[in-house]
């Protein structure tokens, strides 16, 4: 089932069906049960199919770098890794690393959703949990999967920024690269305003951007696609040479 950390005693199948669980109070017992037995394929189990769907959507949506799925102990390359086996890996580096001493706190039932508090120690610290418990199919699972919708829509967020800023961080060193090769003896950088000044670093020759990285001229905090043969960034107002002399 993957790399180097995942040996298990015997098959686990990440699509099984849910155990039947009458009552938070039992999901509870069953849980620090099989935390006690390091049974993390059953806790996973115990976790509702949309909710596991969406964790797997989740790391999908990560885009780890190979050096971070080695950590995780995956010797594949990550086209490789299914997303619900990486979800699986993830869920259990998490359970693992806040262990099972827990006691049993307040329990909030309304209909059927349920919220579960537990107390319990990391690292040697008190910590304070509260799990969400839904009544799917007439048993009481943990279901996280709004708030991983949520949680997912930041991260792609996030990552989309910071890939917007790195694009405009790597147009911006390719200038000076163009300014140094193609600047003539002033080393100006092109003429060009608005997004042309981007655009010239295909149009030299050879160009510095060609058809394999013109991804890089692509905003992806844009909804519209980019059409061949422009950008997404803005550029200057005027011939920014102006200012260098």
Not at 89 to 113: A, C, H, P, V, Y
Not at 170 to 189: A, D, I, P, R, T
Not at 216 to 228: F, G, S, T, V
């Amino acid at each position: 089932q993957g790399g180097r950390s995942l040996t298990f005693s015997r098959p686990v199948d990440l699509d099984a069906a849910p155990p039947k669980i009458a009552t938070p109070r039992d999901y509870f017992d069953r849980r620090q049960e099989a935390l006690a037995k390091a049974d993390y394929a059953l806790v996973w189990r115990m976790c509702g199919r949309r909710h596991r769907e969406k964790m797997a959507e989740f790391m999908k949506e990560m885009d780890l770098p190979d050096r971070e799925l080695r950590q995780m102990g995956f010797a594949r390359p990550a086209a490789a890794i299914e997303p619900k086996e990486l979800a699986f890996t993830f869920s259990r580096s998490i359970l693992r690393m806040f262990g099972n001493e827990w006691t049993l706190g307040e329990i909030r039932e309304d209909g059927d959703k349920a919220a579960l508090t537990m107390t319990g120690k990391v690292s040697g610290k008190p910590v304070r949990r509260t799990l969400a418990l839904a009544k799917i199919d007439g048993s009481w699972l943990e279901d996280w999967s709004d708030e991983l919708e949520g949680a997912m829509k930041r991260a792609v967020l996030n990552g989309n920024k910071t890939h917007c800023a790195n694009n405009l961080s790597q147009l911006w060193k390719m200038q000076h690269n163009y300014k140094v090769v193609y600047g003539g003896s002033e080393k100006n950088f092109p003429r060009e305003t608005g997004g042309g000044f981007w655009l010239a670093l295909s149009k030299c020759e050879p160009p510095l951007i060609d058809e394999s990285l013109e991804k890089i001229y692509a905003c992806p905090l844009r909804r519209d696609k980019r059409k061949p043969g422009t950008t997404d960034y803005r550029g200057p107002t005027e011939d920014v040479n102006k200012n260098q002399k």
